[in-house]
């Protein structure tokens, strides 16, 4: 993992049951949650150690078993209900718990839960899971091992902890990479003449329409690359880059990236295990002028995207990015603040692969599942929660580039 070293939030909502063995309502439901957790962490231990700096940018995960932070807390509203469509709240930040980031790295837990209880008997669970230490499907993987513990059917799939592979420890090393990742070099920066704010940004949320739409081309010819279709990702990712380069009305010269999370489990050679414990992910970028992205074919723009996640496919690509973080003398002269994917960039997310719903710790499954975003660019794309194959696409922009996004979102779709 390289660059941020935050931690992920989420939230999953459950509605009160009297049907399951295991209710929301229970007196017993917080001690029961907090022992099968403390059971749980005897497998996932890492996730009950803290980061420590060892200088140069560079951290190891020290298990030294300090814990993680489970919080109680009660809701202000009484019912679930009055929260309203879960899926347009804008604000789960009081559901989710919070990191003291003033406090040295050292001190600050990987695991945060808090479990908020509304008085109709309805809960929210609330994860911050550290973003260093592991990735989505890490992440979920132990969520859905704590809920098999506390349904009593113990651990089904052990945490595989071995992380030598992707280790870039301190420099040097005998083989120099043969060439330096342009995905570790920062973002094209905003061209002056655009004013900028610091608005918090707002989630908008759309669904499977999109998907089949762009997928068949819309108003574009160029709906394939290299003679096959251009999947779900690609295409909601191009559409996405494209309206938001509409709605903060770049310059057509504006150099402009989509930030690509790529898991490189499948990637080594030989692959990692599927059940690999840790930060898998690489990132890799897209990139054109905005004025190409905007004018040409949605073909292109989905091209480019395309283009960025095949260049990581071999497992050389992988091997020479982490011998070139080995041998950077200072991994903080790039990546002290992170990628930044704010205007003009973007940073999408895929979680559709990801076993997102369905979390059932015994009073059966989450009504809705969501995340919080803070900063102008990033975006979500996330399975809907029927398992219908709807789509939920979740941006965090600027206040004033928010409406025209929707408009260019929906506008662009041929129906």
């Known amino acids: 993992m390289i660059g941020a070293?935050?931690?992920?939030?989420?939230?999953?909502?459950?509605?009160?049951?009297?049907?399951?063995?295991?209710?929301?309502?229970?007196?017993?439901?917080?001690?029961?949650?907090?022992?099968?957790?403390?059971?749980?962490?005897?497998k996932f231990y890492p996730l009950a150690g803290r980061l420590e700096p060892i200088g140069r940018g560079r951290f190891d995960l020290d298990c030294n078993g300090l814990g993680v932070l489970f919080i109680e807390a009660e809701a202000q509203t009484t019912s679930l209900d009055d929260l309203g469509d879960l899926s347009c709240c804008t604000d789960f930040q009081p559901l989710i718990p919070e990191v003291d980031y003033d406090r040295p790295i050292g001190e600050w837990p990987l695991l945060l839960v808090q479990v908020t209880k509304f008085g109709c008997g309805g809960i929210g669970l609330g994860f911050s899971i550290s973003h260093a230490v592991v990735d989505g499907l890490s992440a979920l993987h132990f969520k859905n091992e704590w809920a098999r513990v506390t349904r009593g059917e113990g651990i089904g799939t052990a945490p595989y902890l071995d992380r030598g592979v992707l280790r870039a420890g301190l420099p040097p090393v005998s083989r120099q990479p043969r060439f330096d990742p342009a995905e570790?070099?920062?973002?094209?920066?905003?061209?002056?003449?655009?004013?900028?704010?610091?608005?918090?940004?707002?989630?908008?949320?759309?669904?499977?329409?999109?998907?089949?739409?762009?997928?068949?081309?819309?108003?574009?010819?160029?709906?394939?690359?290299d003679g096959r279709p251009f999947s779900t990702y690609e295409t909601l990712t191009a559409h996405t880059w494209r309206c938001a380069c509409k709605a903060r009305k770049l310059r057509p010269d504006q150099p402009t990236s989509v930030g690509v999370c790529v898991d490189s489990r499948r990637r080594t050679s030989p692959p990692l295990p599927d059940?690999?414990?840790?930060?898998?992910?690489?990132?890799?970028?897209?990139?054109?002028?905005?004025?190409?992205?905007?004018?040409?074919?949605?073909?292109?723009?989905?091209?480019k995207i395309r283009k960025a996640v095949e260049?990581?496919?071999?497992?050389?690509?992988?091997?020479?990015?982490?011998?070139?973080?080995k041998n950077q003398p200072d991994l903080n002269d790039d990546v002290d603040d992170g990628p930044f994917f704010g205007m003009p960039n973007l940073g999408v997310i895929s979680w559709l692969r990801l076993p997102m719903v369905g979390l059932d710790f015994g009073f059966g499954k989450e009504v809705y599942m969501g995340s919080t975003h803070e900063f102008d660019g990033d975006t979500m794309l996330l399975p809907g929660r029927d398992g219908d194959g709807a789509i939920v696409v979740a941006i965090c922009l600027r206040v004033d580039h928010m409406e025209a996004f929707k408009r260019c979102f929906y506008g662009d779709i041929v129906v």
């Open 5 to 42: 070293i935050t931690h992920v939030p989420t939230v999953f909502f459950y509605r009160s049951s009297t049907s399951t063995r295991l209710r929301t309502t229970d007196s017993g439901l917080l001690d029961h949650l907090k022992d099968s957790l403390a059971r749980t962490l005897v």
């Open 184 to 225: 570790f070099q920062r973002p094209p920066v905003l061209l002056p003449d655009v004013g900028c704010s610091n608005n918090k940004g707002i989630y908008i949320y759309m669904i499977q329409m999109l998907k089949d739409m762009a997928n068949a081309g819309g108003r574009t010819p160029s709906s394939t690359f």
């Open 275 to 303: 059940a690999y414990f840790g930060n898998a992910v690489l990132d890799v970028k897209a990139a054109a002028l905005a004025g190409d992205v905007v004018a040409r074919p949605l073909g292109f723009a989905a091209g």
């Open 311 to 325: 260049k990581a496919d071999s497992s050389e690509f992988l091997s020479s990015a982490v011998d070139y973080l």
